[in-house]
């Protein structure tokens, strides 16, 4: 298999360039702005070069998840949306993973609009990073996004359903996690379930929403947490 043979050492050689970028990368302290700039750089004068990307995508995460990180050395923002664009644009599924994951460290509601088509990349972890990553978001736009996730019942996996439900949660859509409760899998109605368990209140139109939703539940486990969620709340 002449094929199989050569695709396994082209990996191997892919790798190995990787390991010394991530290795050249660690040998210094970088602040986040100037990975950025070696990200940009990159992503502008090599665009087929995605494992250096993906590495530059990956140190420049590791910055910005620091403790204490300094604001006065974050990338500009106009810088980071241009990095998020052409990332999400890559034939690499890791850079698109890396671009969504960047995009929810940054929590810039602008940038709910570039990372909705990727709700839809054909590789499902990408599809599961876009979805937490709206998920920390504020702005209408991840709302959207993340209902139509959750409203592809026939097309849609499962999986997509329960990371848009557990989204919601993340930025207090009571709304949405109601639809959710009436999802035909378990897995997302547990997920709704978990979710409006975190709100410190429910209101009135909440609290109808979980009782109709208790009602009509057919699982016994599930039916017990929303009773309990009214008993609680």
């Given at each position: 298999m002449p094929g199989a043979v050569l695709a396994e050492e082209t990996?191997?050689?892919?790798?190995?360039?990787?390991?010394?970028?991530?290795?050249?990368?660690?040998?210094?302290?970088?602040?986040?702005?100037?990975?950025?700039?070696?990200?940009?750089?990159?992503?502008?004068?090599?665009?087929?070069?995605?494992?250096?990307?993906?590495a530059l995508g990956l140190r420049l995460l590791e910055t910005l998840r620091q403790p204490t990180p300094n604001q006065a050395l974050a990338p500009d923002i106009a810088v980071f949306r241009k990095i998020i664009v052409e990332m999400s644009a890559s034939a690499d599924w890791r850079?698109?993973?890396?671009?969504?994951?960047?995009?929810?460290?940054?929590?810039?509601?602008?940038?709910?609009?570039?990372?909705?088509?990727?709700?839809?990349?054909?590789?499902?972890?990408?599809?599961?990073?876009?979805?937490?990553?709206l998920g920390r978001l504020g702005s209408g736009r991840n709302v959207e996004t993340l209902m139509a996730v959750l409203a592809q019942k026939d097309e849609g996996h499962w999986f997509e359903r329960e990371c848009a439900t557990q989204a919601l949660g993340d930025c207090d859509n009571t709304a949405g996690l109601i639809v959710a409760l009436a999802d035909p899998k378990e897995e997302v109605r547990r997920m709704a379930v978990r979710q409006l368990g975190r709100?410190?209140?429910f209101d009135e139109k909440t609290r109808q929403g979980v009782d109709n939703a208790r009602r009509q539940e057919k699982n016994k486990a599930i039916k017990a947490e929303l009773k309990s969620l009214l008993d609680r709340k």
């Open positions: 990996t191997r050689f892919e790798d190995r360039l990787f390991d010394q970028d991530c290795d050249a990368l660690t040998a210094v302290n970088p602040a986040p702005f100037e990975v950025a700039d070696w990200l940009q750089l990159s992503l502008t004068d090599t665009p087929i070069a995605t494992l250096e990307h993906y850079v698109k993973l890396t671009a969504a994951e960047l995009a929810g460290e940054l929590s810039d509601p602008q940038l709910a609009e570039l990372l909705a088509p990727l709700v839809n990349d054909p590789d499902w972890p990408v599809r599961q990073r876009t979805i937490q990553a709100q410190a209140i």
